[in-house]
């Protein structure tokens, strides 16, 4: 499926347009590289004279604005590369841009004296865009290469109405409230600390979560026939050679001398993987072979990125890797897709935004492998009548991949899970798979997260949520808390009962006042308060007070554990 042209994508591009002639009619020495539409709005990679900070905004803003008012016609269309080179003698992005762009022509867009290389797509007046904001100043790099020219990002929102902007704007408010960087503290869950920026000190509470996390997952997976493996951290960078990682991912990757050889700490999962497959011969009748691994990386990423769970160096990715022939590829995919569909099911994450990512300008392989793993992803996607979008050039550098994006109750997409189609590490690794001939060929391997990285679902969750995790998924599940100290000896004795059952109880037997205890269990968002009296203990039952303000009176211990346990998953 090819991206529609809706007209809140052509007012979110045309805004891109507004924000780069503005910026070039207040910094004419400014060079333009690209500004595409993003979820919320759309920004602009520029290289200036001077970089730009936050307080150049208003001004650019101010400008895109007064452009606005002198309501051009966008128009344009295709033209020779050569007549489009001539617009840009002296900028090598859009030179590269052109040069890269298939066909004999190339789109150019006017606006006044303004234009741009573009596809189109447009509103057909600059009017149109009233509802826009300046949110933000960034660094960027050319093509996303970090050996690259490093480039300024200023990004924006645009929306068709005003009372769509400030619809935006509240949920921005509303999730400042239920940032995870202040819940996750706050609830006992996780720490940072400088000595380790980029990595995530969890709690006790919070590793029960992330044990949950992947208990939930190992439990579909051993249904659907998957194995687990845990490979080494540390390995020689010639098996990123063998992979094609170190040619496409050194930038991101951590190097140690070891006996005076390179070493790299594991960026990535699947050549790992590889190599555990290859230690001994198969057959064609052992495939699909789907191993899967929660494997923790590291990688590069600059101090100024870091943004607590979302985005860290160190991390634990719910990985797979299946191994399987040719023919066999899109019943795999159906059933990677219905697999990834089960495990966010609980989560009510049942809205899914998915894209086909296709064939990057950096990439391995022959066009034939290309176009049989893209059929292979989009048949799959077919079968189960799931929508997509297509995402020219976005795969990775050895395979296509479908990118699966959750929503969450705030209306925010997050990119979760990835379904990749790889030709080239088979064959890099000259893996051969003996065939019923005893002639040998070349398996497909699929890559495969669902979760993505724990620690990053992990704080989607929490900020989906607001803390309030589903009761199977709690640290804590339940609170006993007494009224006086007289009920602590019985408190105890439900605590056992309950502990026994398998459920995560605490108790609160201090001598502060019952209303108190209670706040403080709602403060630790505790799914389940049972309260417990003189009256209580007498009959044997308790007080049950909900996290959702709801109460029940006199419930028998047996009874309670058989209403919890239908409260679990599994």
């Given at each position: 499926?090819?991206?529609?042209?809706?007209?809140?994508?052509?007012?979110?591009?045309?805004?891109?347009?507004?924000?780069?002639?503005?910026?070039?009619?207040?910094?004419?020495?400014?060079?333009?590289?690209?500004?595409?539409?993003?979820?919320?709005g759309f920004f602009y990679d520029f290289l200036p004279?001077?970089?730009?900070?936050?307080?150049?905004?208003?001004?650019?803003?101010?400008?895109?604005h007064e452009l606005a008012k002198k309501n051009y016609e966008i128009r344009g269309g295709q033209v020779p590369?050569?007549?489009?080179?001539?617009?840009?003698?002296?900028?090598?992005?859009?030179?590269?841009?052109?040069?890269?762009?298939?066909?004999?022509?190339?789109?150019?867009?006017?606006?006044?004296?303004?234009?741009d290389l573009c596809r189109g797509g447009h509103v057909e007046r600059l009017g149109e865009i009233k509802h826009f904001r300046l949110t933000a100043v960034s660094g960027s790099?050319?093509?996303?290469?970090r050996s690259g020219i490093a480039l300024q990002r200023i990004t924006g929102i645009a929306f068709l109405t005003k009372e769509d902007m400030d619809a935006y704007f509240e949920r921005v408010e509303e999730a400042k409230k239920y940032d995870h960087r202040t819940l996750g503290p706050e609830?006992?869950?996780?720490?940072?600390?400088?000595?380790?920026?980029?990595?995530?000190?969890?709690?006790?509470?919070?590793?029960?979560?992330?044990?949950?996390?992947?208990?939930?997952?190992?439990?579909?997976?051993?249904?659907?026939?998957?194995?687990?493996?845990?490979?080494?951290?540390?390995?020689h960078e010639s098996l990123y050679k063998t992979s094609g990682h170190y040619d496409n991912y050194k930038e991101n990757a951590y190097e140690v001398m070891v006996e005076g050889h390179p070493h790299w700490i594991r960026p990535m999962n699947c050549p790992s993987c590889v190599l555990f497959f290859k230690q001994k011969p198969h057959s064609y009748r052992e495939l699909p072979m789907r191993i899967a691994e929660?494997?923790?990386?590291?990688?590069?990423?600059?101090?100024?990125?870091?943004?607590?769970?979302?985005?860290?160096?160190?991390?634990?990715?719910?990985?797979?890797?299946?191994?399987?022939?040719?023919?066999?590829?899109?019943?795999?995919?159906?059933?990677?897709?219905?697999?990834?569909?089960?495990?966010?099911?609980?989560?009510?994450f049942t809205e899914l935004k998915i894209a086909v990512a296709t064939r990057p300008i950096k990439s391995m392989g022959t066009d034939e492998m290309w176009s049989q793993s893209i059929s292979s992803l989009t048949k799959g996607l077919d079968t189960l009548n799931l929508d997509y979008e297509m995402k020219d050039g976005e795969g990775a550098f050895y395979g296509p991949k479908i990118e699966i994006q959750i929503e969450d109750r705030l209306g925010r997409l997050w990119q979760c899970g990835t379904v990749q189609v790889d030709f080239n590490m088979p064959h890099n690794f000259k893996i051969g798979v003996v065939q019923s001939d005893q002639s040998k060929a070349e398996p497909v391997i699929i890559h495969r997260a669902i979760y993505g990285s724990i620690e990053r679902f992990m704080g989607i969750l929490i900020e989906h949520t607001k803390g309030h995790l589903p009761f199977w998924l709690s640290p804590v599940q339940m609170t006993v808390l007494t009224i006086t100290d007289k009920q602590e000896a019985g408190a105890r004795e439900y605590q056992k009962q309950l502990q026994a059952a398998g459920f995560r109880v605490e108790i609160d037997a201090s001598s502060d006042k019952i209303s108190a205890k209670i706040r403080r269990s709602q403060l630790s968002k505790i799914p389940m308060m049972l309260v417990v009296g003189g009256r209580e203990i007498e009959q044997g039952v308790v007080t049950v007070r909900r996290s959702d303000g709801s109460q029940?009176?006199?419930?028998?211990?047996?009874?309670?554990?058989?209403?919890?346990?239908?409260?679990?998953?599994?």
């Amino acid at each position: 499926m090819e991206e529609k042209v809706t007209p809140l994508f052509a007012l979110r591009h045309s805004a891109a347009h507004l924000l780069a002639q503005a910026v070039t009619e207040l910094y004419p020495e400014t060079k333009l590289t690209i500004g595409p539409v993003t979820e919320h709005g759309f920004f602009y990679d520029f290289l200036p004279e001077k970089n730009f900070t936050i307080d150049d905004l208003p001004a650019i803003e101010k400008r895109m604005h007064e452009l606005a008012k002198k309501n051009y016609e966008i128009r344009g269309g295709q033209v020779p590369k050569a007549e489009a080179s001539a617009l840009y003698p002296n900028n090598q992005f859009k030179q590269e841009l052109i040069d890269g762009i298939p066909g004999e022509t190339v789109g150019i867009y006017y606006q006044g004296d303004f234009f741009d290389l573009c596809r189109g797509g447009h509103v057909e007046r600059l009017g149109e865009i009233k509802h826009f904001r300046l949110t933000a100043v960034s660094g960027s790099y050319w093509r996303a290469d970090r050996s690259g020219i490093a480039l300024q990002r200023i990004t924006g929102i645009a929306f068709l109405t005003k009372e769509d902007m400030d619809a935006y704007f509240e949920r921005v408010e509303e999730a400042k409230k239920y940032d995870h960087r202040t819940l996750g503290p706050e609830l006992d869950l996780f720490s940072f600390h400088e000595e380790s920026a980029g990595g995530v000190f969890f709690h006790p509470k919070g590793t029960k979560i992330f044990h949950e996390l992947l208990a939930w997952s190992r439990h579909l997976q051993e249904k659907d026939g998957y194995v687990e493996i845990k490979t080494p951290l540390l390995n020689h960078e010639s098996l990123y050679k063998t992979s094609g990682h170190y040619d496409n991912y050194k930038e991101n990757a951590y190097e140690v001398m070891v006996e005076g050889h390179p070493h790299w700490i594991r960026p990535m999962n699947c050549p790992s993987c590889v190599l555990f497959f290859k230690q001994k011969p198969h057959s064609y009748r052992e495939l699909p072979m789907r191993i899967a691994e929660y494997g923790l990386c590291h990688r590069y990423e600059l101090s100024g990125v870091l943004h607590g769970l979302f985005r860290v160096r160190s991390f634990t990715q719910d990985d797979a890797h299946i191994f399987c022939m040719p023919a066999q590829l899109e019943d795999e995919i159906v059933k990677v897709l219905e697999l990834t569909q089960k495990i966010y099911k609980p989560f009510g994450f049942t809205e899914l935004k998915i894209a086909v990512a296709t064939r990057p300008i950096k990439s391995m392989g022959t066009d034939e492998m290309w176009s049989q793993s893209i059929s292979s992803l989009t048949k799959g996607l077919d079968t189960l009548n799931l929508d997509y979008e297509m995402k020219d050039g976005e795969g990775a550098f050895y395979g296509p991949k479908i990118e699966i994006q959750i929503e969450d109750r705030l209306g925010r997409l997050w990119q979760c899970g990835t379904v990749q189609v790889d030709f080239n590490m088979p064959h890099n690794f000259k893996i051969g798979v003996v065939q019923s001939d005893q002639s040998k060929a070349e398996p497909v391997i699929i890559h495969r997260a669902i979760y993505g990285s724990i620690e990053r679902f992990m704080g989607i969750l929490i900020e989906h949520t607001k803390g309030h995790l589903p009761f199977w998924l709690s640290p804590v599940q339940m609170t006993v808390l007494t009224i006086t100290d007289k009920q602590e000896a019985g408190a105890r004795e439900y605590q056992k009962q309950l502990q026994a059952a398998g459920f995560r109880v605490e108790i609160d037997a201090s001598s502060d006042k019952i209303s108190a205890k209670i706040r403080r269990s709602q403060l630790s968002k505790i799914p389940m308060m049972l309260v417990v009296g003189g009256r209580e203990i007498e009959q044997g039952v308790v007080t049950v007070r909900r996290s959702d303000g709801s109460q029940e009176s006199g419930v028998a211990i047996d009874a309670l554990i058989e209403k919890a346990k239908e409260m679990l998953l599994y």
